[in-house]
Every structure is written in structure tokens, then in C-alpha cells.
């Protein structure tokens, strides 16, 4: 997975069908509680809206990502040194609630809309 394609998605000028591609194989299954993600480090840093995240639910709310793939971005966003989140305590909860659903909420359509709002 690409943090520059990621940032493009967030910018519009990556589609999600683009961003699903991106994600297939980053990650890699350990156990049943344990993955590896793999993923490129971006250059810039990126300071992460409310609005990126609601576009993600979207995507997902829209069938053109899976709800899963917000683990893998959820995880990506939280252990990357260049998206950065300026004081966006909820929004930060929210990204580690997707990042690991095992231990917090399934990441099914209902959960994403509760997140949207």
C-alpha cells in the first residue's frame, strides 16, 4: 500500500477502484489477531480532515471498497510518521477503532454509517 495513493484518494484524484487496487496484497495474515501491513512511506506530510474519513465511509457505504480495507488504511494512517492529525481526538479514535476491528467494532455497513455521522 502506497501512502501516496492514499493522499491521492483523500485529494480526488485517485478513485477507490484505484485505492482497492493499491490495498490488495499490503496485507499479509499472521494469526487470527496478528497481520502484517506493508506499506511505501510518502515524502509530505498530510494532516488528516473529518472530510477524508467521511470519503472513505463513502467508498465503502458506496460498495466501492470493502469495509474491511479500513483496517488496513485505519492501521496505515495511525502507525505512519506523515499523516498527521492536529488535534482531531474523535477522528483518531475512530481510525483505531478501524485499524484494529478484532478487538474493537466489526467493521460491517452499519458500523461505517454510525462513523460517518
Known amino acids: 500500500m502506497s501512502e501516496d495513493v492514499l493522499a491521492?484518494?483523500?485529494?480526488?484524484?485517485v478513485s477507490a477502484a484505484q485505492l482497492?487496487?493499491?490495498?490488495?496484497?499490503?496485507e499479509e495474515?499472521?494469526?487470527?489477531?496478528?497481520s502484517l501491513i506493508k506499506?511505501?512511506?510518502m515524502r509530505a506530510e498530510l494532516a488528516i480532515t473529518?472530510?477524508?474519513?467521511?470519503?472513505l465511509c463513502d467508498a465503502v457505504l458506496g460498495k466501492q471498497l470493502p469495509p474491511s480495507a479500513l483496517a488496513?488504511?485505519?492501521?496505515?494512517?495511525?502507525?505512519s510518521d506523515h499523516f498527521v492529525w492536529d488535534?482531531?481526538?474523535v477522528l483518531r479514535e475512530i481510525v483505531a477503532d478501524w485499524?484494529?476491528?478484532e478487538v474493537n467494532y466489526a467493521l460491517n455497513l452499519e458500523n461505517v454509517k454510525r462513523c460517518r455521522a
Open 87 to 89: 488535534g482531531e481526538d
Open 20 to 26: 482497492a487496487a493499491d490495498l490488495a496484497g499490503a
Open 8 to 13: 491521492a484518494f483523500f485529494a480526488g484524484t
Open 99 to 101: 485499524s484494529c476491528p
Open 50 to 55: 473529518p472530510e477524508m474519513a467521511i470519503r
Open 39 to 41: 506499506t511505501k512511506d
Open 72 to 79: 488496513t488504511i485505519g492501521f496505515a494512517l495511525i502507525a
Open 29 to 34: 495474515r499472521v494469526s487470527n489477531v496478528e
